[in-house]
Nanobody, 125 residues
Framework: VQLQASGGGLAQAGGSLRLSCAASGGTFSRYDVAWFRQELGNEREFVAAIRWNNNGKYYATSVEGRFTLSRDTAKKTVYLQMNSLKPEDTAVYYC???????????????????WGQGTLVTVSS
């Protein structure tokens, strides 16, 4: 499966952005899809993920209550709605997908085989 991330840009603190992760190839509805982000000089960290089997959604503590995942199976797209943005949300955001996998590894980047190219989110104070 190939992933295309888009929707990044510049936002003010308190503002919103919506990221999209569009897939081609594969049976997208049977993939867990996650978002990770990476600040310059830091490791790539987990942001949020949606499970393929029950659409269960999981978030990092730092974004809980501000970010929301959704999936449009017909469009093969997963969205990350980001509200109440903070300057510390500034990073390159990557979407990733995996086929199968246990819940306990959902937040681990090494368990994702497919990655999009990243989209830059910049939040100004």
């Amino acid at each position: 499966v190939q992933l295309q991330a888009s929707g990044g840009g510049l936002a003010q603190a308190g503002g919103s952005l919506r990221l999209s992760c569009a897939a081609s190839g594969g049976t997208f509805s049977r993939y867990d899809v996650a978002w990770f982000r990476q600040e310059l000089g830091n490791e790539r960290e987990f942001v949020a993920a949606i499970r393929w089997n029950n659409n269960g959604k999981y978030y990092a503590t730092s974004v809980e209550g501000r970010f929301t995942l959704s999936r449009d199976t017909a469009k093969k797209t997963v969205y990350l709605q980001m509200n109440s943005l903070k300057p510390e949300d500034t990073a390159v955001y990557y979407c990733a997908a995996r086929s199968g996998g246990i819940l306990s590894t959902l937040r681990e980047r090494d368990h994702y085989a497919y990655w999009g190219q990243g989209t830059l989110v910049t939040v100004s104070s």
